[in-house]
């Protein structure tokens, strides 16, 4: 059974940084594209970055210069290196991994919280 296991969230002070880890365990799964959404309190959970097999990225236009996704897929690893946090980036965030048939697996959530 594949899980995805996240790690690097945390309390950090606006204008700061702060780097998620996602890596797979588990099993041997072929990955097509990796990416991570949060979900503040009351909203859906929103897609904010994601990266394909190929290299391809996106990123949602809030986090757009801030953030850098990037994946080690022979690991099935992906990372979010976030940078100039502000307070409205508080949320849980979660890794999504896609398997070339459609499948998605989500880790359990992180979370980061920017505050003074």
């Known amino acids: 059974q594949v899980q995805l296991v996240e790690s690097g969230g945390g309390l950090v002070q606006p204008g700061g940084s702060l780097r998620l880890s996602c890596a797979a365990s588990g099993g041997q799964v072929s990955i097509f594209a990796m990416g991570w959404y949060r979900q503040a309190p009351g909203n859906q959970r929103d897609m904010v970055a994601s990266i394909t097999r190929g290299g391809n990225t996106n990123y949602a236009d809030s986090v757009r210069g801030r953030f850098t996704i990037s994946g080690d897929h022979a690991k099935n690893t992906v990372y979010l290196q976030m940078n100039s946090l502000k307070p409205e980036d508080t949320a849980v965030y979660y890794c999504?991994?896609?398997?070339?048939?459609?499948?998605?697996?989500w880790g359990q959530g992180t979370q980061v919280t920017v505050s003074s």
């Open positions: 999504k991994q896609t398997t070339w048939g459609g499948y998605a697996y």
